[in-house]
């Protein structure tokens, strides 16, 4: 499946999260984002160096200042399950208002068309690196990395396309 990219809608699909009562939920991705600017941003995997050091605090940190631009969701998707999602949001100290969503069979990720494939390196199909600013279902901007590259997807970017 092609990529996908500005002008298209995203696909609805089902991801998973551990909500505020620590009791594991299904989600809608449509639920999530239906009337709503959002942003949903991929990384290849939890506890990873560049998506723990660089990508996932670029949206904590700037998290309010997304708000302030009319983000209502940071809608963070990696190819892991639920249980080490739950286990990466509590390794930061503050999460502030970024989601962390398990697509644990990376079904969400292959709707989007942007699975890498990585079993040579033993780690099976994940994610590209990617961000999405998705107004109302459909995709504003679409910063998709090039393999291993942390120069297009993060906060940063996002805020200079609002």
Known sequence: MAPIKVGDSI???????????????????????AGKKVVIFGVPGAFTPTCSMK???????????????GVEEL???????????KAWKK????TKNVKFLADGSATYT??????????EKGLGVRSRRFALLV???????????????????????ILAAL
Do not use: C
């Open 11 to 33: 696909p609805d699909g089902t991801l998973a999260h551990f909500d505020e009562k620590d009791e594991m939920q299904q989600v809608s991705v449509h639920s999530l984002a």
């Open 55 to 69: 990508h996932v605090p670029s949206f904590i940190e700037k998290s309010e200042e997304l708000k302030s631009k």
């Open 75 to 85: 809608l963070l998707i990696s190819v892991n399950d639920p249980f080490v999602m």
């Open 91 to 94: 390794s930061y100290q503050e």
């Open 110 to 119: 292959r709707a989007l068309g942007l699975e890498l494939d990585l079993a």
């Open 135 to 157: 107004d109302n279902l459909k995709v504003v901007v679409a910063n998709v990395e090039e393999g291993g590259e942390f120069t297009v997807s993060g906060a940063d970017e």
